[in-house]
């Protein structure tokens, strides 16, 4: 998925990917360039093996959510708090560096991917989406604190009626 500043729109309104040639033409065939589309529906496809993302919050509930390690490239905000739960506490993902090579991408793919680390990944990610589907459904520890904060706020705003 490509973001919107990293594309550029034509003379006839046409929006085009600004990605080097030569990435397209070595990729042809073996994916799809989109400007949008939705992550969890990605996240859900059998052919999924891991995602490679900044890792805000959002994103990381999004993997967590659908059981998928993560390669973690983050950049500001949270993203670097939420790289380290999942790669260091949570133990879903691989933190990439600041500015990695295709070198660096490819041998934390191959660890995701293969034997040893990945086997790990592979087995911890399941049980973090089985943690966050009970967390998430009626009673579960987020909906009860979800509930929590619901009731604290409004019920200040009840009382005042």
Known sequence: MIRSDQQA??????????????????TEGQGRVTSWCLQEAVLRHKAVGALLMH??????????????PMLCWPFAADQQTNSRMACTEWRVGV????????????????????????????????E???????????????WVNLERVVNEVLAPLMDKK
């Open 9 to 26: 729109t034509g003379a006839t309104g046409a929006t085009t990917v600004v990605l080097p040639p030569e990435f397209l033409a070595e």
């Open 55 to 68: 890792y805000g919050w959002n994103s990381m509930l999004e993997s967590v959510c659908a059981g998928v």
């Open 95 to 126: 933190e990439l560096s600041e500015d990695p090579g295709r070198e660096e991408v490819e041998a934390a793919i191959r660890q995701v991917m293969g034997g040893g680390r990945g086997e790990e990944l592979r087995r911890s990610a399941p």
């Open 128 to 142: 973090w989406k089985d943690k966050a589907a009970l967390a998430a459904r009626l009673g579960g520890s987020s």
